[in-house]
């Protein structure tokens, strides 16, 4: 029998990347990507010029169809096999990523009286501007005792849809008005893909409170704001399970693409879950953490449990059959960028330069040579806010311990070691639930620092494997694409076949794992005191900036 094909398109932050996957064996035939045009919209709107508040990340759907047009047909291409060969084509995105469109899914911000308002545009991941709605939405949920927030952790998000919604009404609310659909992204490029709307399963329960086959109540929803009541109206439809097939691929979308009109378009699915079965994470205890800028973390069991500052538990939101975890932190990679971007002193640099390596590399390095604790500092991993277990984006960045002999790479390795202990709360709050985690799987870009994974198989004290793919969204969709044309009878069964990964690449050492046990006890009383109520210094300081940050831009 001739080999097939299917292809799997990823939607990251500032690019979207095409992978050409056999179907046989999740072999990685070719892969492309195209960048973002406008990247992330932070500043000023591209349309006028207008500056943008605060805490806004907005992008431009134009840039999602580019990836269509461009990386996916470049893929094939490199690929070298016949279009004929690809059965079917899946896609992933970041969530919340979520924007408003006519009733036909033309965005908002695609109709020229509404180009120059923000609010007609997508609402990235990372938009933590509707903070005040989500507290909201938290307080009236548990104050009416609303059934559904206990699966969400307690606390619900500024970067889900509800909030975003929210926000949109109370600030433009002519766009509100306008917004006969509000949509993930995720589900919007499956729309121009296959010429039909699906609301897919994972991102309607974790990101828009969808449980138990219903939305949060009309009666809810006014209460938050007598305008919001008609909200849900704008995302209800029939939920689609992962892998299923949402439609056949259209004519227009075959031109862009260079596919053939008809094959399998999968139902749209979120990165970091989709990853799951690419990192054949799809067993009960596996925690998958997908580090990139930021880190998602899920994971399968077999019973619902309410876990404090989880993102969500959602039946079937990762593999069909299974309740899906999922917990996060909003900055990683982001905090190590962060560090080298804007604190390295140019020396260091230039050290790097003449070993030939880049910045990141040569701090790791030195930061490798040290023992646990000697550098003497803690950090907490909140630079970009803190999405579990505290849900609070309000939150900011902390290091101790400095001193005037502290060196850069000392600051480095406090920063690594910081967000692993973030992700050893997560675990401990998996565990006092009763969800066990057996194993740390990890995938994404930051795979390729051995010393930060060696700190978090240590830290965790939990033997630490390693998705086996630099491709790990785009192999993930490319599994859901293959059950949507049919070539396997499950996910389950296509991530036996496709799925590759390093089993126990790092080993915990017992005695590393004894001193950061140590350390971790310090991180957890400053976690608890400037997160838990032992001090408001860090939300009185971001007040006292947002204020001054507004009286500058007023002058």
Same mark, same amino acid.
């Given at each position: 029998?001739?080999?097939?094909?299917?292809?799997?398109? *990823?939607?990251?932050?500032?690019?979207?990347?095409?992978?050409?996957?056999?179907?046989?064996?999740?072999?990685?035939?070719?892969?492309?990507?195209?960048?973002?045009?406008?990247?992330?919209?932070?500043? %000023?709107?591209?349309?006028?010029?207008?500056?943008?508040?605060?805490?806004?990340?907005?992008?431009?759907?134009?840039?999602?169809?580019?990836?269509?047009?461009?990386?996916?047909?470049?893929?094939?291409?490199?690929?070298?096999?016949?279009?004929?060969?690809?059965?079917?084509?899946?896609?992933?995105?970041?969530?919340?990523?979520?924007?408003?469109?006519?009733?036909?899914?033309?965005?908002?911000?695609?109709?020229?009286?509404?180009?120059?308002?923000?609010?007609?545009?997508?609402?990235?991941?990372?938009?933590?501007?509707?903070?005040?709605?989500?507290?909201?939405?938290?307080?009236?949920?548990?104050?009416?005792?609303?059934?559904?927030?206990?699966?969400?952790?307690?606390?619900?998000?500024?970067?889900?849809?509800?909030?975003?919604?929210?926000?949109?009404?109370?600030?433009?609310?002519?766009?509100?008005?306008?917004?006969?659909?509000?949509?993930?992204?995720?589900?919007?490029?499956?729309?121009?893909?296959?010429?039909?709307?699906?609301?897919?399963?994972?991102?309607?329960?974790?990101?828009?409170?969808?449980?138990?086959?219903?939305?949060?109540?009309?009666?809810?929803?006014?209460?938050?704001?007598?305008?919001?009541?008609?909200?849900?109206?704008?995302?209800?439809?029939?939920?689609?399970?992962?892998?299923?097939?949402?439609?056949?691929?259209?004519?227009?979308?075959?031109?862009?693409?260079?596919?053939?009109?008809?094959?399998?378009?999968?139902?749209?699915?979120?990165?970091?879950?989709?990853?799951?079965?690419?990192?054949?994470?799809?067993?009960?205890?596996?925690?998958?953490?997908?580090?990139?800028?930021?880190?998602?973390?899920?994971?399968?069991?077999?019973?619902?449990?309410?876990?404090?500052?989880?993102?969500?538990?959602?039946?079937?939101?990762?593999?069909?059959?299974?309740?899906?975890?999922?917990?996060?932190?909003?900055?990683?990679?982001?905090?190590?960028?962060?560090?080298?971007?804007?604190?390295?002193?140019? *020396?260091?640099?230039?050290?790097?330069?003449?070993?030939?390596?880049?910045?990141?590399?040569?701090?790791?390095?030195?930061?490798?040579?040290?023992?646990?604790?000697?550098?003497?500092?803690?950090?907490?991993?909140?630079?970009?806010?803190?999405?579990?277990?505290?849900? %609070?984006? %309000?939150?900011?960045?902390?290091?101790?311990?400095?001193?005037?002999?502290?060196?850069?790479?000392?600051?480095?390795?406090?920063?690594?070691?910081?967000?692993?202990?973030?992700?050893?709360?997560?675990?401990?709050?998996?565990?006092?639930?009763?969800?066990?985690?057996?194993?740390?799987?990890?995938?994404?870009?930051?795979?390729?620092?051995?010393?930060?994974?060696?700190?978090?198989?240590?830290?965790?004290?939990?033997?630490?494997?390693?998705?086996?793919?630099?491709?790990?969204?785009?192999?993930?969709?490319?599994?859901?694409?293959?059950?949507?044309?049919?070539?396997?009878?499950?996910?389950?069964?296509?991530?036996?076949?496709?799925?590759?990964?390093?089993?126990?690449?790092?080993?915990?050492?017992?005695?590393?794992?004894?001193?950061?046990?140590?350390?971790?006890?310090?991180?957890?009383?400053?976690?608890?005191?400037?997160?838990?109520?032992?001090?408001?210094?860090?939300?009185?300081?971001?007040?006292?900036?947002?204020?001054?940050?507004?009286?500058?831009?007023?002058?």
């Amino acid at each position: 029998m001739a080999d097939t094909y299917v292809v799997g398109v *990823d939607f990251g932050t500032l690019s979207g990347r095409a992978l050409v996957a056999r179907v046989r064996d999740g072999a990685e035939v070719a892969a492309a990507v195209c960048k973002y045009r406008h990247g992330v919209i932070e500043h %000023d709107l591209p349309a006028n010029g207008a500056p943008l508040p605060l805490d806004w990340a907005l992008q431009d759907p134009e840039d999602y169809l580019d990836v269509l047009r461009v990386a996916v047909p470049t893929a094939v291409r490199t690929a070298g096999i016949d279009p004929a060969e690809i059965i079917g084509i899946a896609t992933d995105f970041t969530a919340c990523t979520v924007l408003p469109t006519m009733a036909d899914g033309t965005p908002l911000c695609r109709i020229p009286k509404f180009a120059g308002r923000p609010h007609a545009y997508p609402k990235l991941w990372k938009h933590h501007a509707a903070q005040a709605q989500a507290d909201r939405i938290t307080a009236v949920a548990h104050e009416r005792g609303e059934s559904w927030i206990g699966r969400y952790g307690g606390r619900i998000s500024s970067e889900w849809e509800f909030a975003k919604g929210l926000q949109m009404l109370e600030e433009d609310p002519e766009i509100y008005a306008a917004a006969t659909r509000f949509i993930e992204a995720a589900d919007w490029i499956v729309w121009q893909l296959c010429g039909r709307e699906t609301r897919n399963v994972c991102t309607a329960g974790y990101k828009g409170q969808h449980q138990d086959g219903a939305w949060p109540a009309p009666g809810y929803l006014a209460a938050l704001n007598p305008g919001f009541a008609d909200f849900t109206d704008k995302l209800a439809h029939p939920l689609s399970p992962l892998g299923g097939r949402a439609g056949g691929l259209t004519e227009q979308a075959a031109r862009w693409t260079g596919l053939r009109p008809g094959i399998a378009v999968a139902v749209g699915n979120v990165d970091a879950h989709v990853t799951a079965p690419a990192a054949q994470a799809v067993g009960d205890g596996q925690l998958l953490a997908v580090m990139g800028t930021s880190t998602c973390h899920v994971m399968n069991a077999g019973q619902l449990a309410e876990v404090p500052g989880m993102c969500g538990v959602v039946d079937g939101g990762i593999i069909s059959g299974s309740w899906g975890y999922e917990a996060g932190q909003s900055a990683v990679g982001d905090i190590f960028a962060w560090f080298v971007d804007n604190a390295l002193p140019a *020396d260091y640099r230039g050290r790097a330069a003449a070993l030939g390596l880049d910045p990141h590399e040569y701090l790791s390095e030195l930061a490798g040579r040290q023992r646990v604790g000697e550098h003497g500092l803690i950090a907490l991993d909140w630079l970009g806010g803190n999405r579990s277990v505290l849900v %609070d984006h %309000d939150l900011s960045g902390v290091v101790i311990g400095l001193t005037l002999s502290t060196r850069p790479e000392d600051i480095y390795r406090a920063l690594l070691e910081a967000t692993a202990f973030g992700t050893r709360t997560i675990i401990e709050s998996f565990t006092h639930s009763g969800i066990a985690v057996r194993e740390l799987i990890v995938a994404g870009g930051l795979v390729r620092n051995t010393v930060l994974m060696q700190i978090y198989a240590d830290v965790t004290g939990l033997p630490l494997s390693v998705l086996a793919s630099q491709q790990g969204p785009a192999l993930g969709s490319a599994i859901h694409a293959a059950v949507a044309a049919g070539a396997y009878p499950d996910v389950r069964a296509a991530s036996a076949a496709m799925g590759r990964i390093d089993k126990a690449a790092y080993l915990p050492n017992p005695d590393r794992v004894a001193a950061y046990s140590e350390l971790y006890a310090e991180y957890r009383a400053l976690h608890d005191h400037f997160g838990r109520g032992g001090t408001d210094v860090l939300h009185r300081l971001r007040r006292i900036r947002n204020a001054a940050r507004t009286e500058v831009a007023v002058r």
